[in-house]
Structures are given as C-alpha cells and as structure tokens.
C-alpha cells in the first residue's frame, strides 16, 4: 500500500503517459479479452467500418488504464482537485431530493471514469454515497478498493446486503443515496433478471433497482458521465423516477435507465467498459 500512495502522489502528466504505456501492452501485446469486446462493439455498432471499430478498441484500452490509475491518483487528491477535475452541471437535479431529506437511488453505467462520481457527488454535493459493489476475492484489491471508494467520505454496500442497509437507514430515517452501477448483465442462474432491449438486442438487467423502487418508491437519478479532455469529466443528473407512485412490475426504471446507458454509450463509444460479456447468453438458453 506504501508504493500504492506513493504513486498516487505522481503528477497526471507522467501517470498518463505510464497508463499510455500500459494501454499499448495491454491492447497490442496481451490483448486483453480482445475477443469478447470486438464482439461486443460489433453487436453494438454492426454497420461501422474496421477503422471506426479499431478506433474505439484503441480507445476503449486508454479509458480501461484511465480509470484505473486515476482511480489510484484519487488516493492523494484533494477537494479541490475533485472540483476541479469533475463538474455536475445540474445540481439542482439533486439538491430538490436530497434537501427535501428524501432518499435517492442513483444510478449509472461503467462510462469514463465511473470511479470518480463516486467522490464527486460526494465531495461537490456534501452526499456520502453508499456505492453498491460486489467484493473482490483477493484481500488486497478489496482493502484497496474500499479505501479508494471511502477516500472523502463514500462508503461501500456488498450487493447482497443493499437491501438490509436501505431498511436499516431508512428505518432511522436518514437522509441517504445509494449508488448502483447497473449495467453489467447478471448471472444465467439469477432468475430475477429482467430483459429489455440494448442496441437492438435483448439483454438481461439486474432487478435490483426495478426492486428498490416497488418497495421503497425513493427518487431515482441516473448520472450521466463524459470525458470533457483526459482528466476532466463533466456530470449531468437525469431524472428516471421523482418518487411519486410507481407502478409495480412496469419495469419503467429499467426501461428508462438502459436507454441512458445506451446514449451515452453512443456519444463516447470507446468509454465503455467493453470487456464485460454483455449478451453472454439469451432467454431461451437460461429459462
């Protein structure tokens, strides 16, 4: 952890030009489940030409380093770095729950720097995040990870207790916002799953969100992410949910917050994390 914090402590110039170094072995020399994300942009984008889609997996293998090593410069920044790196240029969109004292169920998708909006809200909107997440196996990386998601004050939820943190806090009625990154397809043995339309294609989504909201009917937010320049991210607050009644079963969470995905993939297409099996299997072979 020594090294970790003494790399984060480098200057962005000479951790871009190591995470360019990196990209280069990663795509070029290992090439990194290069297969599955040439599918995935194929799937995704079939009409592009070979330029445009190598293009985008040159791009996607930069924002893959990006996030992660300045995921790790995040261990030495300050609030005034976030500040100045991030901007959320709707808070209002927030401020009209959260000051309300209403809860919120953010959500968003695995686009630029996903990592920072984390620390972003947190830091710009005063708002602890309580970020949903799936622990990792090794020790290290899951003591990392906490410590880089916790850094200003966020804090972790492992996703088979989100809903056991969420009773217990609103149960005390605090003041909260849950943050899920929700749009990794789940397990063929999940039967919950929820398929909708992705890029043409059906593709199943977690139910967790869809599930959150029937019960607890909480503002729901999506957090939509772009790179302005390398280092600098902008943040824009959509509106999925305002809390009023929700129609059991409608899926309109989901519905809506794919089509987010889907755009802002669309706008950025090299910024998503591509490397995930999106459409690993269909309905029929999981039913």
């Known amino acids: 952890m020594f090294f970790i914090r003494l790399f984060s402590k480098l200057p962005f110039p000479i951790i871009y030009l190591i995470s360019d170094i990196i990209a280069f072995f990663t ?59 991030i901007t959320i240029t709707n808070p209002e969109e927030f401020k009209k729950y959260h000051d309300a004292g209403k809860p919120i169920l953010m959500m968003t998708g695995h686009l630029s720097n996903w990592e920072w909006q984390l620390m972003a809200y947190t830091v710009i909107m005063n708002a602890p995040i309580g970020a949903v997440y799936k622990p990792l196996s090794s020790k290290f990386s899951e003591n990392l990870m906490q410590k880089i998601r916790s850094n200003f004050g966020g804090y972790v939820v492992p996703m088979e207790k989100t809903m056991r943190e969420i009773l217990v806090k609103h149960k005390r009625g605090e003041v909260f916002t849950i943050g899920m990154v929700a749009d990794q397809s789940p397990p063929g043995y999940d039967k919950k799953q929820i398929w909708l339309d992705f890029f043409g294609k059906e593709s199943a989504f977690f139910a967790g969100p869809e599930k959150v909201t029937e019960f607890m009917n909480y503002p729901v937010i999506f957090s939509k992410i772009r790179r302005v320049k390398r280092g600098y991210y902008e943040i824009t607050i959509v509106d999925l949910h305002d809390g009023s009644d929700y129609e059991k079963g409608s899926n309109e969470i989901l519905k809506k917050f794919s089509k987010q995905v889907e755009e802002n993939i669309k706008e950025q297409p090299s910024n998503w994390l591509w490397s995930h099996k999106r459409w690993k ?7």
Not at 29 to 49: C, D, H, K
Not at 58 to 83: A, I
Not at 281 to 287: G, L, M, P
């Open 281 to 287: 299997y269909t309905r029929d072979e999981v039913a």
């Open 27 to 85: 795509g070029s020399i290992i090439r990194y489940r290069r297969t599955v994300i040439t599918q995935n942009v194929e799937t995704a984008f079939p009409g592009i030409s070979a330029k445009e889609k190598r293009k985008i997996i040159r791009g996607f293998y930069r924002n893959l380093c990006d996030v992660g090593f300045e995921s790790l410069k995040s261990l030495s920044m300050s609030k005034e770095d976030v500040k100045k790196h």
